[in-house]
C-alpha cells in the first residue's frame, strides 16, 4: 500500500480527472465504450477518497507514521484534514449532482489539497517540514504516474 494513503487517493483521482480525454464519437463504436470505461474509472476514483471520520482517520495516522507528530501537532494537522475532508466531501457531491465537470471537479480538488499543504506546513518543524515535501513529491509522481497508464488504457 503507498504511503499516505488518503492524501494519495486523492491525488490519483485528481490525476484521473484532471488527465481525462473527453471520449470523440467514432463509427466503430469504441468512444461509448471508452467513456463507460472512463465512467467506470471515476466511479473507482470517488469511492477511493478520504470521508468522514474513517478518512480523517487514516490521513492523520499515515501523517503521524511518516512525520512522528507531537500530541499538539496531531491535535492541530486533525483540525486542518477535518476541514480538508469536509471540502473534498462538499466537492464530490457536486460533482455526483453533476453541478461541476470531470475537469471544474479536479482543479477544484487540486486546490482544496493545496490549501491543506498550506495550512499543515506550518504547523511543522523543519525536519518533518522537509519530509512532508517529499511526501508531496512522492504523490505527484504517483499522480503522473497513474495519469500515464489512463491515458494509456491500463487500470
Not at 15 to 42: C, H, M, R
Not at 102 to 110: D, L, N, P, T
Amino acid at each position: 500500500m503507498p504511503v499516505f494513503s488518503g492524501g494519495l487517493a486523492v491525488a490519483l483521482f485528481l490525476g484521473f480527472v484532471t488527465g481525462a480525454q473527453p471520449a470523440v464519437a467514432d463509427p466503430a463504436g469504441e468512444a461509448g465504450a471508452a467513456k463507460k470505461s472512463q465512467s467506470a474509472l471515476i466511479e473507482e476514483r470517488l469511492s477511493e477518497m478520504p470521508s468522514g471520520e474513517e478518512g480523517v482517520n487514516r490521513i492523520v495516522a499515515e501523517l503521524d507514521t511518516r512525520l512522528a507528530l507531537s500530541s499538539e501537532q496531531k491535535k492541530d494537522v486533525r483540525e486542518v484534514v477535518v476541514g480538508g475532508v469536509a471540502g473534498l466531501e462538499k466537492l464530490r457531491e457536486r460533482y455526483e449532482s453533476g453541478e461541476l465537470t470531470v475537469m471544474a471537479f479536479g482543479v477544484q480538488v487540486q486546490m482544496q489539497l493545496q490549501k491543506l499543504a498550506v495550512l499543515i506546513e506550518p504547523l511543522l518543524d523543519p525536519e518533518q517540514e522537509a519530509e512532508y515535501k517529499v511526501m508531496r513529491q512522492e504523490q505527484r509522481r504517483e499522480m503522473m504516474r497513474a495519469m500515464q497508464q489512463q491515458r494509456k488504457g491500463s487500470p
